[in-house]
């Protein structure tokens, strides 16, 4: 089993920028496609970013040129930076791994407030 933990969230600025952390334990994690997926209230949830094995990436549209994902293969984790945020940004992120044929696994989620 592969247990996600994420963290780095929390109340910013508009414009501010933070680094979300996504932390895998139970198995390593360097053979699944990693994802970021965020949902806000009300709203369904919806793919941010990808990365895969090999260290390709994927963005939403609504994202691209200000967040970038990465994963750190030695440490099992990946990473969300996010510059420019803006309060349509404001959702509870959540760290996915997919490998083809298998059910996910999700993260509990983290909250990220854009708020002035």
């Known amino acids: 089993q592969v247990q996600l933990v994420e963290s780095g969230g929390g109340l910013v600025q508009p414009g501010g920028s933070l680094r979300l952390s996504c932390a895998a334990s139970g198995r390593r994690c360097s053979i699944y496609t990693m994802g970021w997926y965020r949902q806000a209230p009300g709203k369904q949830r919806e793919l941010v970013a990808l990365i895969s094995s090999g260290d390709s990436t994927t963005y939403a549209d609504s994202v691209k040129g200000r967040f970038t994902i990465s994963r750190n293969h030695a440490k099992n984790t990946v990473y969300l930076q996010m510059n420019s945020l803006n309060p349509e940004d404001t959702a509870v992120y959540y760290c996915?791994?997919?490998?083809?044929?298998?059910?996910?696994?999700w993260g509990q989620g983290t909250q990220v407030t854009v708020s002035s």
């Open positions: 996915k791994a997919d490998r083809w044929a298998y059910p996910p696994y």
